[in-house]
């Protein structure tokens, strides 16, 4: 080679390769991705929900990712569909936890899904913190992974009898189930206590049915109940009341958090109209620390949050915030998270957040609403009825 300038560039580019590959890595790349995942059903009757969770959960993971980012850490997020259907909630589970990158798990909305799935996720201490699941035997297990933002049926259970005996004055009730273990549960609470205090139950059912119920319905009118209690979700408890008004049944309705969503008043129309039912997430409209959270739900994705979706956005938060506290450690480990997540305390959107040694919220809120309207985009103007703030059973602690 003669051309003496030639070589002199030629050499500048080889050594500014050379420093180039010497360099140290920016610390995003040195230190590696962190993955947030989510389950809920994303397709079949219960989408609406399960799409609720995922995008709380996902508003959050965009808002808040940013110290974590700082800290040198890559953040994903990617939501998985468990269908509602416990076998697919396990297979996604199994998946998950093989994903090393994945740190948090912030599910399920079927409590049938979550616990088998927690099984899942108990085998590699991943942290599941749920924004749904009401069943008592989440946290009764003792897991230490295992977490929710919510309440629990065996307090939801007797909220609803309370008002059922207290405010409603109904002296007898015919008690419906999905024999999902959610349902049967919700139901079961409900009966017990309403026994307890005086209420006849004319009748204790179970049913798979998703379409015709005139079989159930026909002995339930002939005994002419004050009230009809339906354990379940929304998507099987909507054409069941539909079609108890199209059979001349005059008996109040009501049921649990399973039938807060939009969809029911979709399906049933003006047939749950004014029927009371109880939840553990209040309308995220109707919460005080919410509207920042409603509107910027709202601009992203074009429609009003369904229930559970703030609950979903508070236990992202404490997942990040856990997140954040294990890096300044510089130890990551799935372990160490779900250490860190039971000592979150929380000024959530929801109320103010901790756990007790279970991983049950230290003080759930719990609502009675009743349906105002049978436009599904009004489904955010139900009127709360009653709010309630209790800590969990004494025997759960």
């Not at 912030?106 to 942290?127: C, D, F, Q, R, W």
């Not at 809120?365 to 955010?380: A, I, M, R």
Request: glycine share 10%; hydrophobic share 40%.
């Amino acid at each position: 080679m003669r051309n003496p300038r030639l070589r002199l560039v030629i050499a500048s580019i080889a050594a500014l390769a050379l420093v180039l590959s010497l360099a140290p890595a920016s610390d995003a790349q040195s230190k590696g991705t962190v993955k947030i995942a989510s389950q809920s059903p994303l397709s079949g009757g219960q989408a609406v929900l399960g799409e609720g969770i995922k995008l709380g959960t996902q508003l959050a993971v965009e808002k808040l990712k940013g110290n974590l980012e700082k800290m040198g850490y890559k953040v994903e997020f990617v939501p998985f569909d468990d269908q509602a259907k416990p076998d697919v909630g396990v297979a996604n589970a199994k998946n998950i936890i093989a994903d090393k990158d994945i740190m948090v798990v912030i599910g399920h909305l079927n409590s049938g899904v979550a616990i088998p799935s927690s099984e899942v996720y108990k085998e590699t201490n991943l942290a599941m913190i749920s924004p749904a699941n009401t069943n008592p035997v989440v946290t009764d297990r003792n897991y230490g992974n295992v977490s929710r933002v919510c309440g629990r049926d065996d307090v939801q259970g007797v909220v609803g009898a309370e008002f059922a005996h207290g405010t409603l004055k109904v002296k007898s009730v015919y008690i419906v189930h999905d024999k999902t273990q959610y349902g049967q549960s919700i139901a079961e609470f409900f009966k017990a206590d309403s026994e307890k205090k005086g209420v006849k139950v004319l009748g204790f059912e179970g049913t798979e049915e998703k379409s015709n119920f005139d079989p159930l319905l026909t002995p339930i009118k002939a005994k002419n109940p004050d009230l009809i209690y339906f354990g379940g979700i929304y998507d099987q408890g909507a054409p069941f009341f539909k079609q108890a008004r199209e059979k001349g049944i005059k008996s109040k309705f009501m049921g649990p958090d399973g039938m807060d969503s939009s969809d029911l008043t979709k399906i049933a129309g003006k047939a749950v109209v004014g029927m009371n039912y109880t939840s553990a997430a209040g309308p995220a409209s109707a919460l005080p620390k919410a509207k920042a959270f409603v509107e910027d739900f709202k601009k992203k994705f074009g429609k009003n949050p369904e229930p559970y979706a703030a609950e979903s956005y508070d236990a992202t938060r404490i997942a990040i915030m856990a997140l954040e506290d294990v890096a300044k450690s510089g130890k990551m480990s799935r372990e160490s998270v779900s250490t860190a997540v039971r000592k979150v305390k929380l000024a959530g959107i929801t109320g103010d957040i901790g756990f007790d040694s279970k991983g049950d919220r230290l003080k759930a809120q719990y609502f009675v609403l009743t349906v105002v309207s049978d436009n599904p985009e009004k489904w955010g103007d139900n009127k709360i009825v009653k709010q309630l703030t209790i800590a969990p059973p004494a025997a759960a602690k």
